[in-house]
């Protein structure tokens, strides 16, 4: 069975990323298609925000785009190689390029939810390219039930309830899978 089966939706962010467990930024995969992007949910822990005045950094905000930008990455290269993540974990590790451009324009707090809205702009060669944002949403909202009936025409609108207020937004994040070999 590879990575891909069932889009990523369902699966634990342990079954999907290389790294871990410490510093996962993703609580659950909510919809994925291989060739338009990733939506990921992350609830903000307490120890998140400790030392940083009771908000989620903004570091911490890029990993967690990162991060699914790592999971969709590692999901396309398992279904292009016909591998699971643990045969993938014997030759590569996903690692972080770079992000031509973020812009904060809200915080999150322990407890509240975050919403991780990644459009693919590019996967080829084993390196992905992203665009996208992060929202807070409602406590309350049930984002499984709006992203269980998500479509691509959804996602491509960026068709997103007005009670979601974006906190950041990030321009070309690019990850790569790299050969072992070369980092180590």
């Not at 962010?13 to 993703?26: A, H, Q, R, T």
Request: hydrophobic share 40%; glycine share 8%.
């Amino acid at each position: 069975m590879t990575i891909i089966d069932n889009l990523l939706v369902g699966k634990t962010p342990e079954e999907v990323l290389i790294f871990g467990p410490n510093k996962m930024f993703i609580d659950e995969y909510l919809w994925f298609e291989e060739n338009a992007g990733i939506v990921v949910a992350y609830q903000v822990k307490e120890h998140d925000t400790e030392g940083h005045f009771g908000i989620l950094r903004g570091v911490d905000m890029i990993e967690i785009f990162g991060q699914a930008g790592t999971s969709a990455c590692t999901a396309l290269e398992g279904k292009k190689q016909n591998k699971t993540r643990d045969e993938l974990a014997e030759n590569f590790r996903f690692v972080f390029l770079g992000v031509d451009q973020c812009r904060f324009s809200g915080m999150a707090k322990a407890g509240e939810i975050l919403i991780c809205f990644g459009k693919i702009r590019s996967y080829r060669f084993r390196q992905m390219t992203l665009d996208g944002s992060l929202y807070k949403v409602p406590n309350d909202f049930d984002y499984h039930h709006f992203f269980n009936s998500f479509s691509e025409v959804d996602f491509q609108k960026e068709a997103l309830p007005d009670t979601f207020s974006e906190v950041a937004n990030f321009k070309k994040l690019s990850g790569r899978a790299i050969k072992i070999d070369k980092i180590i």
